[in-house]
């Protein structure tokens, strides 16, 4: 049994991941693709768009076999963070040969190659990064500019290896540090190095718009040239006159499941949590507000100093914004004071169902002999299972997720589910 995972958000699922997907199938010749998915948050401190139920049903009309979902504690933190919990998800299955992930570099030995020097943290390279953090540069930009400076000193390095590997690898790596997937890739790298995984890194190179373009191109081609990012279709969604613009970015399988959404207005933005944010921030303290994942002494101060030009989300983050924080930091910082989310574990020990294909029992029946973490796949089994660390952040992710879900049904009219009366996904 050959078996792929792919850890993603799919915010909102778009034919650049279902090209993924076959990828793994035809060139990885994977008979099953396991899917880690960050549940009804995302990495950019925001709401999924979609609900995690609907996005999983997405990913599974499009091929994926095993949909997981990535809990919230985790689905909004770092970069680093982030990859460690996808992977140690898939690595505690024992059934995963390969990880698949997008990169716009598209060479594996590269990132993999960074990822050692971030692993090992020489002293050459930690001196760097202290130097470049006390010249002000918030910490992504400290740390790429140390491994630049670092790569540059040929004395790191022995024999072949320099000239072998670093030399074109040098030629790239501002390149490499500069985009989005490439930075991800190579956590993602760096976390099976740290958990000693079998698990083979395979990259695949990001093909269509960038990730942080924004502006759909209405041309539509299945050429993967014109893949659309999920930040373009989440932005063309701000605006009703875009739906067949972006229906026509989304696979056949999925694009009935995204437009009776958006029809019945059962999708969400950072501003539609614009109320809740600012009610909380108005119960909180500069002491209170530093207990917060991803919050600094800083930023908390700064908060309550613009309170009273509080008007949404989207403005307080573009208010709060400063050279040292990230447009991303301070959106993770507002959203984890919302949700109160204090801690951010490295590794996740369960695994849970969000929905699966029929077709893939005998996937399942291989993990159920082989994994050291429980898998969970009706929700309210969980107390039953999990260990206290476990059963912690599953409350933080039941708490968040009901919070998600009163949002949208105030949004749209329709009554509250409860996350445990919420179905698993079968087809």
């Not at 994926?64 to 963070?81: F, G, I, K, N, Q």
């Not at 924080?325 to 959203?335: D, G, H, K």
Request: hydrophobic content about 40%.
């Amino acid at each position: 049994m050959n078996v792929t995972g792919i850890i993603a958000e799919y915010n909102p699922f778009h034919r650049g991941h279902k090209y993924q997907i076959n990828y793994c199938k035809k060139e990885l010749q994977a008979d099953y693709v396991i899917v880690v998915m960050s549940g009804d948050y995302v990495q950019r401190g925001t709401p999924a768009l979609l609900p995690k139920h609907l996005r999983a049903e997405m990913a599974l009309r499009c091929g994926a076999d095993l949909v997981l979902e990535m809990p919230v504690s985790v689905s909004t933190a770092s970069a680093e963070t982030f990859a460690m919990a996808g992977v140690s998800i898939l690595d505690n299955l024992h059934v995963v040969d390969q990880l698949c992930f997008g990169s716009e570099y598209g060479e594996v030995s590269a990132l993999q190659e960074l990822a050692a020097v971030l692993v090992k943290e020489p002293k050459e390279y930690r001196v760097l990064l202290k130097t470049f953090l006390s010249e002000g540069l918030s910490f992504p930009a400290a740390r790429s500019q140390a491994l630049i400076e670092y790569f540059k000193d040929p004395h790191h390095f022995e024999g072949d290896d320099f000239d072998g590997i670093l030399t074109p690898l040098l030629n790239q790596t501002v390149q490499i540090l500069n985009l989005p997937n490439n930075i991800l890739g190579i956590e993602y790298c760096k976390a099976l190095l740290r958990l000693d995984s079998s698990i083979r890194p395979v990259t695949l190179k990001r093909q269509g718009m960038r990730y942080h373009d924004t502006v759909l191109n209405e041309q539509f081609t299945s050429a993967p040239e014109h893949f659309a990012s999920a930040s373009a279709i989440r932005n063309a969604l701000k605006s009703d006159s875009k739906i067949n613009g972006v229906l026509k970015k989304v696979p056949n399988e999925a694009a009935s499941i995204l437009e009776t959404a958006v029809n019945k207005n059962e999708f969400l933005l950072e501003d539609d949590f614009s109320l809740l944010l600012q009610y909380c921030l108005l119960n909180e303290t500069p002491e209170s507000l530093i207990s917060y994942a991803d919050m600094s002494k800083d930023l908390a101060a700064r908060i309550c100093n613009q309170i009273n030009h509080f008007e949404n989300f989207t403005q307080f983050t573009e208010l709060l914004k400063t050279k040292e924080l990230t447009y991303t930091r301070i959106q993770r910082a507002l959203l984890h004071t919302i949700l109160k989310i204090r801690e951010q574990p490295k590794g996740i020990p369960y695994a849970r169902v969000l929905g699966f294909r029929k077709s893939s029992s005998p996937l399942l029946k291989e993990i159920k002999q082989h994994t050291t973490i429980p898998v969970i796949t009706k929700a309210a089994d969980a107390s039953g299972i999990l260990s206290a660390d476990g059963q912690k952040i599953w409350n933080d992710n039941l708490r968040a997720s009901n919070i998600y879900e009163s949002i949208l049904a105030q949004k749209t009219g329709r009554p509250f589910v409860h996350e445990y009366q919420k179905q698993l996904i079968l087809l």
